[in-house]
T-cell receptor
């Protein structure tokens, strides 16, 4: 099935550092979503973006919906050990359609 | 609010047996639920869309006779893996699409079911 291009695939960072990851698509999406998945759990929604150019924050997390509607990025500031996990971007064009997921970014935080 | 549960959380079965996985929306109604499969270190791949009161829509390459989906009520969808084989071992995750003013068209994910076929 269709997938988004998500990078980087993995990151090892020191506690306190900032993190940035992004997603690109060859097609337009009307909604971009960012999820975090802990081992053995389902994805949990972090941020939802509904408008091109939109910049949204949720605590230490900031995400932007690219102006072309084909990309999005997620920044995490001042990382902490509990930020460890896999982060997925997802896109959709309609609220009642399934999500198209990126391949994920595996984040490791070294204390 | 907006909690989705899955049961069982883990199941180990012998090759050739059938396994049923339940997905429930606990505090909201969902006319649509989605079933995803996730292999180790990979992303979620959509298997099928489950609609209450009608037949499920399967993605290309997913065998409908092997992965039986029933969405009998607005809060429950079941996925039955029939005649399971080791290659069916995976993490199965459902999501439920909210309806009504509070959760309209928001998707909420269950915690997943780890299936291991011996």
């Amino acid at each position: 099935g269709q997938q988004l291009n998500q990078s980087p695939q993995s990151m090892f960072i020191q506690e306190g550092e900032d993190v940035s990851m992004n997603c690109t698509s060859s097609s337009i999406f009307n909604t971009w979503l960012w999820y975090k998945q802990d081992p053995g759990e389902g994805p949990v929604l972090l941020i939802a973006l509904y408008k091109a150019g939109e910049l949204t924050s949720n605590g230490r997390l900031t995400a932007q919906f690219g102006i072309t509607r084909k990309d999005s990025f997620l920044n995490i500031s001042a990382s902490i050990p509990s930020d460890v996990g896999i982060y997925f971007c997802a896109g959709t064009n309609s609220g009642n359609t399934p999500l198209v997921f990126g391949k994920g970014t595996r984040l490791s935080v070294i204390a | 609010g907006a909690v989705v549960s899955q049961h069982p959380s883990r199941v180990i079965c012998k090759s050739g047996t059938s396994v049923k996985i339940e997905c429930r929306s606990l505090d909201f109604q969902a006319t649509t639920m989605f079933w995803y499969r996730q292999f180790p270190k990979q992303s979620l791949m959509l298997m099928a869309t489950s609609n209450e009161g009608s037949k499920a829509t399967y993605e290309q390459g997913v065998e409908k006779d092997k992965f039986l989906i029933n969405h009998a009520s607005l809060t429950l969808s079941t996925l039955t893996v029939t005649s399971a084989h080791p290659e069916d071992s995976s993490f199965y995750i459902c999501s439920a699409l909210g309806r009504g003013a509070t959760y309209y068209n928001e998707q909420f994910f269950g915690p997943g079911t780890r299936l291991t076929v011996l």
